[in-house]
């Protein structure tokens, strides 16, 4: 039985296109899967260094009842505005980033990271591959 060095994919796509799918597919062939949208959620978690820049950049009144970010009220802000959402990106990528390049250090298998904006944040450096995941509108 040979072994051979881990594999390291980065999974990009648009919006609805199938990432996960093949996430899951990757996953159900052995290997280990970071969703990096659900990452995302865990480094602006209340009290986390990223969710304090957050608050102090948009303010209290995107916090829900629990004193957690109320996505749906943070996302309606950003995605009407480009500059909001420009500034929630650099507030939180590099965060993202640095806890998924945690996550790759450690495996010892074949591993996907899956990002929706591998290529916008510049992220494209020590994947084996990276893969992007389409899907026609109309289906």
Do not use: Y
């Amino acid at each position: 039985m040979t072994s051979h060095q881990p594999i390291l994919l980065g999974l990009t796509g648009g919006i609805a296109c199938g990432k996960s799918e093949t996430g899951r597919i990757l996953s159900e062939e052995g290997f280990a899967v970071l969703d990096t949208d659900l990452l995302a959620h865990q480094v602006m978690k209340k009290g986390t260094p990223v969710f304090e820049r957050v608050i102090e950049h948009f303010g209290k009144p995107i916090l829900s009842a629990d004193g957690e970010i109320n996505r749906t009220q943070l996302g309606n802000l950003v995605f009407a505005d480009p500059k909001a959402r420009k500034i929630l990106n650099r507030l939180v990528h590099p965060a993202v980033i640095q806890a998924a390049e945690h996550w790759k250090a450690e495996r010892k298998s074949d591993a996907v990271v899956l990002v929706p904006l591998l290529f916008e944040t510049e992220w494209t450096q020590n994947w084996d591959a990276i893969i992007c995941v389409s899907a026609d509108e109309e289906r």
